[in-house]
């Protein structure tokens, strides 16, 4: 049965990475892409980690993908003409991507794992559980992360004012 | 050794890797290829997701709790950063419209 | 106050003044400089005096200048018989010397006056450090600063082009001289490990105690040494060959010419070899070398000043035939006879040219005698003076010159069972008779007669007080001084013998009386030729081919001029043109071209097109992949 959930979702992922990729419309692009988001939460939620999942779907396919669709509303949906002036980018492109998969299946097929910790399997992944490790080993990165959004804000409201003088 | 037992069933590991690179890939083709700017961040934001997965694959493998709570950090990041190239983005986009980003190529040596 | 420190005064005194002087004379009032610069010479000679008459000896070290594993140099300055005769020449001399020149140098600016007592207080110093110096490596540095020093003062009135000329001739033949100086010092440190005179001497006399090596008779290695030290005793003396800068050097102030190229400089020669007697008294080839060089550059010397017009150039050549005199002395082992020598002829030469300064000055720097004439009855005292310091060089009883001579030409003519030394008496005997005829032609020239119708001032002035007192002192020195050393004459008193003895060798032979009856022939003769000078004027030209000869002082100038100066500018003219641009100046400029040329190529990697910088990142992670992969499996 899990089994299943598995094939379903990594197939729906798939199948929205290459409508990514392959879609002309930008629009497209984007809805593709949150259905990549739902398949991974999908697959977080089948390797224990409920807070990631809820994460997933609250944050990325609720905020950020959101926000992509307002950006491409407001820029209006370009679409891609002609074919590009780098003559032999796609060709190279194709090969060192190639051989990055190929790589990675080489490292992913020998890798050897250490013994697992042994962990409470109930309680694993829940937000209880997330919390004590959030505020106690991972608080450093915590606050840093949290100023960086603040950053990010500021950045972005500053990027994007209105400018009354000539650029 | 990389088998999972999740929901009665025997899962392996290494499936969610395989995916994971995959995703990846496309993402990097995506952003190699596509030459709207848009499309390129989405890419990004793919082989980010991609990379989360690896993550939390390896949390539940090893019954770590770092690699979710990195999934988390990252996935702050990856808004972060999606917020900032998008504003930047539509700055660009007041000025001229681009279509292209190989018109973008005035920081050339 | 200790020998040791008043030792280091007399050295500080000077540097000192020359400090103080280059810091704040310029800027303030010229009485500043008047009391400064004549000052601290004075200081330095009392407290030499002092250390005169507390018989101060010994080696003092004030501390180690390097240190490099077992070698070590340290600051020590040797005070002993022979530093203190010299020093005291040096100093009072030069005192009387820089003092006359707070008058001679009245004309000059501020800047330049001060200038002026700043370099003579250098070169007192960098001579005070030549004799006081007791190792190698100080006596070389004395040495280079003297050289300095007197470019620095030939070249003076840099304004005028035959000064720099002379200045710089001056100072590349002294650094000839001094490339002498440091190959004999390596050689004797390669062959002693010492560079303190205490230990290379200590070779010299096999004593084991603090020597490692042990000199014999006739061993060339230090032959050479003594050869190359005699190469920068030349040169410095200004003996053949290297003699061709000393008549041009008066192109200098004639203080200069008093102090530098009379009294104390060109003496550093003199003093070398005798304070280099161990070496050369077990080195004889070099020691005989020594002899005929100062013999044949007496002659020659002598030769040329009968046709010289310029009254500077008269002394100058006198002064370089005097020297010869000394070497020789010092050549045949009469180490005292030699300092004696030196002794006198600062005395005499000084007053000589101090007069002549007095005359130069009144004269508005008028330098020829065929424009003098007729001095006796304006400028009294100064001739008085001017005939006193040419009768002792002549060396006419009872001038002091007439004992040092003597008890040279005595000392070689008596030199027992060496036929070499008499033929070197001949050659001194012959100078003798020449120094007689061009001093005689060089003071009725300039004194007597009538005076020349070409002068260029009718009434010259008497010379101020400041002028006057230092020649007035030299030449009661020159009258008297005699008269501490009477052994020309086989009786009574030798201060300086015995003064310096216990330093250097005695003279190991007495005078016969034979030699003392030649002497006094000598002088006689001289004398003669003195007076003979009188009624050969004006000059007339009898052999014009020796004339001609004479005046171009032999062609030496010529020949080097030819064999060494057009070579060499030649050489450095290719180097510049073909050399230094092409590949020096090319080598450099390449290097920025490929630098340039270079950056241009990579800068094309920046093309400016994002996606080609993503397409560099993936096949970078291509390659680490492949990197860890490999590392993974091995």
Known sequence: MAIAVFVIAAAMAVLGGIGVVTFHQPIRSVLSLVVVMLALSVLYLLLSAQFVFAVQIIVYAGAVMVLFLFVITLLGPARELGRGRLRFQSWLSALFVLALLGLMWAMLQGVQYRQPDKADLSIFGTVQWIAVYLFTNFLYPFELTSILLLVAAVGAIYLSRKRIDDL | MSSLSIGGSQLDTSWFLLLSAVLFVLGAIGVLVRRNPLVILISIELMLNAANLTLVAFSRQLQNYEGQLFALMSMTVAAAEAVVGLAILVDIFRTRDVEDIDDLSELKG | ?634
């Not at chain 3, 008043?6 to 002087?21: C, E, K, R, T, Y």
């Not at chain 3, 050289?147 to 720099?164: C, D, E, M, T």
């Not at chain 3, 005695?506 to 006094?520: H, K, S, T």
């Not at chain 3, 000059?539 to 060499?568: G, M």
Request: aromatic share 14%.
């Open chain 3, 1 to 634: 106050m200790s020998n040791q420190a008043l030792a280091l005064l007399v050295l500080l005194f000077p540097i000192a003044g020359a400090l103080l002087l280059a810091g704040r004379g310029w800027r303030l009032p010229r009485v500043f400089t008047v009391i400064v610069g004549p000052g601290v010479v004075w200081a330095s000679f009392i407290c030499t005096l002092a250390l005169f008459f507390a018989s101060a000896a010994g080696d003092f070290t004030y501390w180690t200048w390097i240190k490099s594993g077992a070698f070590a140099v340290p600051f020590n300055l040797l005070i002993d018989n022979l530093s203190i005769f010299m020093c005291l020449v040096i100093t009072g001399v030069g005192g009387l010397i820089v003092t006359y020149s707070v008058g001679y140098m009245e004309h000059e600016d501020n800047p330049s006056y001060a200038r002026f007592f700043t370099y003579m207080d250098i070169f007192i110093f960098s001579m005070l450090l030549l004799v006081l110096a007791g190792n190698f490596l100080f006596l070389i540095v004395g040495w280079a600063l003297v050289g300095l020093s007197s470019y620095l003062l030939i070249g003076f009135w840099y304004q005028r082009p035959s000064a720099v000329v002379a200045a710089r001739k001056a100072f590349v033949m002294n650094v000839i001289g001094d490339v002498g100086m440091i190959l004999g010092t390596f050689v004797l440190f390669v062959s002693t490990r010492a560079v303190t005179y205490r230990k290379v001497f200590d070779a010299m006399s096999c004593s084991h105690a603090t020597s490692t090596y042990c000199f014999t008779f006739d061993s060339p290695t230090l032959e050479l040494a003594a050869f190359l030290l005699l190469v920068g005793a030349i040169a410095k003396s200004a003996q053949l060959p290297l003699h061709t800068w000393l008549p041009d050097a008066m192109e200098g102030p004639t203080p200069v010419s008093a102090l530098i190229h009379a009294a104390t400089m060109v003496t550093a020669g003199v003093y070398l070899v005798a304070r280099m007697h161990p070496i050369y008294d077990v080195a004889t080839y070099a020691h005989g070398a020594v002899a005929i060089v100062g013999a044949v550059t007496a002659l020659f010397a002598a030769t040329i000043a009968i046709v010289q017009v310029d009254v500077k150039r008269v002394l100058a050549y006198s002064t370089m035939s005097q020297i010869g005199y000394m070497f020789l002395a010092v050549g045949i082992g009469a180490y005292s006879a030699g300092m004696f020598h030196l002794l006198s002829h600062a005395f005499f030469k000084a007053l000589l040219f101090l007069a002549a300064g007095n005359v130069i000055h009144a004269m508005h720097d008028e330098q020829d005698m065929r424009k003098y004439g007729g001095l006796w009855n304006q400028m009294r005292p100064t001739s008085v003076t001017f005939l006193v310091g040419s009768l002792s060089l002549v060396g006419v009883i009872p001038f002091v010159g007439f004992f040092s001579k003597e008890q040279i030409l005595g000392a070689a003519f008596s030199r027992p069972g060496d036929n070499a030394a008499l033929i070197l008496w001949g050659i001194g005997f012959v100078t003798a008779l020449i120094t007689g005829f061009y001093t005689g032609r060089m003071w009725w020239l300039s004194f007597w007669g009538k005076p020349s119708p070409e002068r260029p001032v009718d009434q010259p002035h008497a010379p101020r007080l400041v002028m006057m007192v230092p020649v007035a002192i030299l030449a009661v020195l020159a009258l008297v001084g005699g008269f501490i050393q009477t052994r020309a004459l086989g009786v009574g008193p030798s201060v300086v013998s015995d003064f310096l003895d216990n330093v250097v060798t005695p003279q190991g032979w007495e005078e016969n009386g034979a030699a003392i009856g030649v002497g006094i022939a000598t002088m006689v003769l001289g004398a003669g030729l003195f007076w003979w000078a009188r009624s050969l004027r004006p000059w007339s030209a009898r052999f014009p081919w020796a004339q001609r000869l004479l005046e171009h002082k032999y062609y030496f100038d010529e020949i080097y001029d030819a064999f060494f100066v057009r070579p060499l500018d030649w050489l450095a003219g290719f180097a510049v043109r073909d050399i230094e641009g092409p590949v020096i100046d090319g080598v450099v400029v390449e290097t920025g071209v490929v630098a340039r040329a270079g950056a241009g190529s990579l800068s094309l990697t920046q093309s400016g097109y994002f996606r080609n910088y993503v397409l560099v990142f993936v096949g970078g992670a291509v390659v680490a992949a492949v990197i860890l992969l490999v590392r993974a499996s091995s």
